[in-house]
């Protein structure tokens, strides 16, 4: 499936059954026979035509990997390469950590001091912390060993344990939630930043540039809102994948990414903020026809599936409204006979909102005859 909503292409035909009608057509044509399907000529021709289908095959993938709406892996990146939009790299997860002291005297917490929560993922601090005569306490920024997502979601206090022993350190423990660590960037996000590079070029500050420079911050960032709610403000709410409501973490990094001198045009006053929450219930019956009953079992996962599907769209993105009637069409589609939805109702969402579903209830209510 290309990307973008750009129509479908192909380069060459790749079907064998197509392949092997065109050759034994002209065959016939220049030779004034008819080939029956146990002739040796046209067994020789069916031969070919598995190594001329994958030929075709390989063409038509090759030229496609020139085509931002294809490309895929190393050919993506060569993609990127042309804009000057390298893929974003694994990130560590972040946190800041507090150092309880029981001796008042003047010490050094050493670059790369590790804590845990003893499940194996350790965070060390990124530099030298001076402790001052008199500080019962001193708090440190300190980054996952190791990239990507193993490492967020850390809850305050449960980086409770100091793994390399300090003079005089009573306890330790997290004061922020982790967050912050990403795999190397997806082909499919790094293909929609390749899309909006172009918008970067400009200096009067368009919406599309705050949205291409937020978007480098982590590869975490999957929608942005830009607003501008007074003269000379602009305001950035970025939404991490799947829905997360980002921490103070993330939004530190968006807010560096785009307040850059060479980024934000001069009268720009740039501030970034985590988007609106805006919270619904949802309660939804639904039933299966009758004429299904051998395959009831079956249909029961696929609806419920699209109705964990349609919550995964709905918290994707923001400014979507709370639509009930996508819900209902993901169901039908699945194999639902009627859907009756109690919640949510419709609800208008701004653009710097995003709705969270909070209690979820799917009852399946049984056969119905059609």
């Known amino acids: 499936m290309t990307r973008f909503s750009l129509p479908e292409v192909t380069f060459a035909e790749k079907s064998a059954q197509q392949i092997e009608a065109e ?10 026979v008819k080939l029956a399907q146990a ?12 190594l001329l289908a994958q030929q075709r095959s390989l063409i038509d993938y090759s030229a496609k990997q020139n085509l931002l709406g294809y490309a895929s892996g190393p050919f993506l990146d060569h993609l990127g390469a042309d804009n000057d939009t390298p893929r974003l790299k694994p990130t560590y997860a972040k946190t800041t950590v507090r150092f309880h002291l029981t001796v008042l005297l003047p010490q050094i917490i050493r670059t790369g001091t590790r804590v845990t929560a003893g499940d194996g993922v350790y965070f060390a601090t990124t530099k030298e912390v001076f402790v001052k005569s008199g500080q019962s306490y001193v708090d ?54 390749i899309h909006q590079a172009p918008e970067r070029f400009s200096v009067a500050g368009p919406e599309g540039a705050y949205v291409y ?73 639904y039933w299966i026809s009758a004429s299904h ?38 169901m039908k589609n699945a194999g639902a006979k009627r859907v009756d939805v109690a919640l949510p109702v419709y609800q208008k969402i701004e653009p710097y909102q995003v709705a969270q579903d909070k209690l979820v209830r799917i009852e399946y209510r049984g056969l119905e005859h059609d």
């Open 39 to 50: 002739d040796p000529r046209r067994k020789f021709i069916q031969a070919i035509v598995a």
């Open 213 to 285: 420079w937020a978007r480098t911050a982590s590869p975490l960032i999957v929608d942005v809102s830009v607003l501008s709610p007074s003269p000379g403000v602009v305001e950035i709410r970025p939404l991490l994948e799947g829905g997360v409501i980002p921490e103070q973490e993330i939004l530190d990094l968006v807010y560096a990414a785009c307040n850059e001198r060479k980024v934000r045009p001069l009268t720009d006053k740039v501030e970034v903020a985590a988007p609106e929450a805006i919270f619904y219930d949802l309660t939804v019956h």
């Open 293 to 330: 009953s051998t395959i009831a079992t079956q249909v029961q996962t696929r609806v419920d599936q699209a109705v964990l599907d349609y919550l995964q769209w709905q918290k994707s993105k923001q400014g979507r409204d709370i639509d009930p009637s996508e819900l209902v069409a993901r």
């Open 140 to 193: 440190a920024e300190v980054q996952c060993t190791v990239p990507g997502k193993i490492g967020n979601g850390y809850l305050p206090g449960q980086l409770k344990q100091l793994v390399d022993p300090l003079p005089w350190v009573q306890s330790v423990e997290n004061l922020t939630k982790s967050e912050g660590g990403a795999d190397e960037e997806e082909d499919d996000p790094y293909a929609e930043r």
């Open 23 to 32: 050759i034994v057509g002209r065959f016939e044509q220049e030779m004034g």
